[in-house]
């Protein structure tokens, strides 16, 4: 899939679909763009995209939600370890800033990766990565599992102007912080010694060195003047902004004990008032444990492999060059030696007889995804398995065009009518999750129990009260006395459908599911089973089940 289809297209799709759904009779005209005939539902439009057993709905699929899910699939496999020849022709789009990398399509303003690549002329990036792009980033990005704390490398990795975290304010100037200053992630914030973030007299340092300066003015690339007091200010406004917590971690110092809550802390405290975190207790022998004793639990297949990964390493090749690149491998440190790796066209590391001395400051981990290298571990955000799209409940990496589909038709989702109608006239708490369950018994179809689901759960069963006739007689035509609705069939005499008026309609009307009896038509028993009971679908404006 590589073009937007048409807006005419769409639309004529989905009539087509309406009308096979909902419409008893239909012909295609096949000169006709589209389906026009008269149908009548009987749930509301938004409601037949929920599921049966979760929403009860249809389980219909939004048409216009699963485009843009497919698209954005694209955008995803963009950023994945596999390679692809469409994928370097993008990178002149997605990636044409080095620093951020492919990844950055998830963080960094739309506006300017869909922008032409020579100023002043037409951007030539097609529709399609277009509508892409903006679809993806109307999605919040969310952390996964806040159990695995953010790490000095990922910390570094964050990028400054666009971010999940937190927004800087003061977003003046910001193409030449990004372009020309090169302040792009976190760790650009940091000094040479790496012991602090840059200071205002050090950022001033930075920028007369790089721009030309007039006087207490410098002048940027557009051709104006600035003045040098103006960025500083805007610098210290900026790094008030950025969370304390991600601070030391920049700098970094490892996240001690992220297991440990604040009591656990005080505790541990009480226990031995000198202990403090990342220092241990020292003994006669030494400086003692640094972590308390963990308790033993068996290995997982997911932790197997991660110490499989962490003997991959990088570094940057040739760097501040045009020719820097990232290479992969293994590292001995004792040799300092650095074994390369080639990737394959999965991502994956394959050896090579290549060997390079490296100093062990320049080595660093690396971030996987389904098993191939994504990047170096201080240049991708957000992690694909430690990042999510909120409204999803798998990692970034194991994202699907389903999922994706559902959290972009969830917003537009209606409740059923059937519910308020209901629940106003039983004056009863129904717990309509576990009604939706009763609707995946695997031994009946949805031929078996579709009529019960439509006429009686729906209230879709044609009664003379919802005739439009106004010469039509409303009694009923079974005992001839009151309106024939449903709150009169539950307690009409000669009515052979229903049991004693003791029970409540919806009572009876959810039994016939639970019974051997659910074929062509609708059969209620005239006990509540105790399975049903135990399952707590109904209850009582009191709370307790009824009977």
């Excluded at 209606?414 to 519910?419: G, L, M, N, Q, T």
Aim: with cysteine.
């Amino acid at each position: 899939m590589c073009m937007v289809m048409p807006e005419h297209i769409v639309q004529a799709t989905i009539s087509d679909t309406q009308a096979l759904i909902w419409s008893k009779h239909v012909e295609f005209d096949p000169d006709e763009l589209g389906t026009e005939c008269q149908f009548k539902r009987w749930m509301k439009s938004q409601s037949q995209y929920g599921s049966r057993s979760l929403d009860l709905g249809l389980s219909v699929m939004g048409w216009e939600s699963h485009l843009k899910a497919l698209r954005c699939k694209w955008i995803l496999n963009y950023i994945n370890p596999k390679k692809g020849e469409y994928k370097k022709v993008l990178d002149c789009w997605f990636a044409r800033l080095a620093a951020e990398g492919r990844s950055g399509v998830l963080c960094a303003d739309p506006a300017s990766l869909t922008k032409a690549i020579n100023p002043g002329s037409r951007s030539h990036l097609p529709k399609f990565w277009k509508r892409a792009l903006l679809e993806i980033r109307t999605l919040k990005l969310q952390r996964f599992d806040w159990s695995s704390p953010i790490t000095p490398e990922e910390a570094s990795a964050i990028p400054v102007w666009n971010n999940p975290l937190f927004k800087l304010p003061n977003r003046f100037f910001i193409d030449s912080w990004r372009n020309v200053l090169h302040i792009v992630r976190l760790g650009d914030l940091v000094s040479k010694q790496g012991r602090h973030l840059l200071n205002p007299d050090e950022i001033i340092d930075i920028i007369k060195d790089t721009f030309v300066t007039r006087g207490s003015m410098i002048k940027f690339s557009g051709g104006g003047l600035i003045a040098i007091s103006k960025l500083s200010s805007q610098w210290k406004t900026n790094l008030k902004h950025i969370p304390t917590e991600l601070i030391p971690l920049v700098l970094g110092f490892p996240n001690f004990y992220p297991y440990l809550d604040s009591k656990v802390v005080t505790m541990l405290k009480s226990w031995a008032p000198t202990w403090n975190s990342g220092k241990g207790l020292p003994t006669r022998r030494g400086p003692g444990r640094h972590d308390p004793v963990p308790h033993t639990v068996k290995t997982t297949r997911q932790q197997v492999i991660e110490e499989r990964r962490s003997r991959f390493k990088g570094f940057v090749a040739y760097p501040n060059s045009d020719l820097a690149r990232p290479m992969y491998g293994t590292y001995d440190e004792s040799k300092e030696e650095f074994h390369e790796h080639s990737l394959t066209t999965q991502g994956r590391l394959h050896a090579t007889n290549q060997y390079y001395s490296v100093k062990p400051n320049r080595i660093q981990n690396l971030v996987f995804s389904n098993g191939g290298v994504v990047g170096l571990a201080s240049t991708v955000f957000p992690y694909p398995d430690k990042w999510s799209f909120e409204g999803i409940s798998v990692p970034i990496s194991r994202t699907t065009v389903k999922h994706l589909t559902y959290v972009f038709s969830y917003p537009h989702r209606e409740a059923p009518s059937c519910i308020q109608a209901w629940t106003e006239r039983l004056k009863i708490d129904i717990n309509w999750a576990a009604v939706g369950r009763l609707y995946r018994v695997r031994l009946l179809t949805p031929r078996d129990f579709m009529s019960h689901y439509k006429n009686i759960l729906h209230r879709a069963l044609l009664t003379r009260t919802k005739t439009s006739s106004p010469l039509a007689s409303r009694k009923c035509r079974l005992c001839g006395c009151g309106k024939e609705n449903f709150t009169h069939r539950s307690t009409c005499e000669k009515s052979l459908l229903f049991g004693p008026a003791s029970l409540d309609l919806l009572t009876l009307t959810f039994m016939m599911i639970m019974t051997n009896y659910a074929r062509s038509s609708l059969v209620f028993v005239l006990v509540v089973p105790p399975s049903l009971l135990r399952m707590g679908i109904f209850f009582s404006s009191s709370g307790s089940s009824s009977s």
